[in-house]
């Protein structure tokens, strides 16, 4: 059973930048594609971004494309979603999620597509 972690969440001002952390469990965590998700209250689990096992490919929803960036680091088994000029609309909980894959440039933006999860880290944007 993989254990995740989430990390880095806070209360920032329109236009800061906060680092999101996703800490595994996994003897080797990059075996495993990894993927952001976030829930505003009241709406449904939506996709942020997504990062291969090989780190060289990553996917991002249209709404964050350019603002969030999302890397992973192997030695410490930790992925990071870096947010920049977040806005008030960013407000959410964000889970990564994660899903033990055979090939190096797998990623899915589907959540149904992944089989671990994290307990979610607030982020609240004030305008």
């Known amino acids: 059973q993989v254990q995740l972690a989430e990390s880095g969440g806070g209360l920032v001002q329109a236009g800061g930048s906060l680092r999101l952390s996703c800490v595994s469990s996994a003897r080797t965590f990059t075996a495993y594609a990894t993927g952001w998700f976030r829930q505003a209250p009241g709406e449904e689990r939506d996709f942020v971004g997504a990062?291969?096992?090989?780190?060289?490919?990553?996917h991002y929803t249209d709404s964050v494309r350019g603002r969030f960036t999302i890397s992973r680091d192997s030695a410490k088994n930790t992925v990071y979603l870096q947010m920049n000029s977040l806005k008030p609309e960013d407000k959410a909980v964000y889970y990564c999620?994660?899903?033990?894959?055979?090939?190096?440039?797998?990623?899915?933006?589907?959540?149904?597509?992944?089989?671990?999860w994290g307990q979610g880290t607030q982020v609240t944007v004030s305008s």
């Open positions: 990062i291969s096992w090989s780190g060289r490919n990553t």
């Open positions: 999620a994660a899903v033990r894959v055979a090939t190096y440039s797998y990623i899915s933006d589907n959540s149904a597509g992944y089989d671990y």
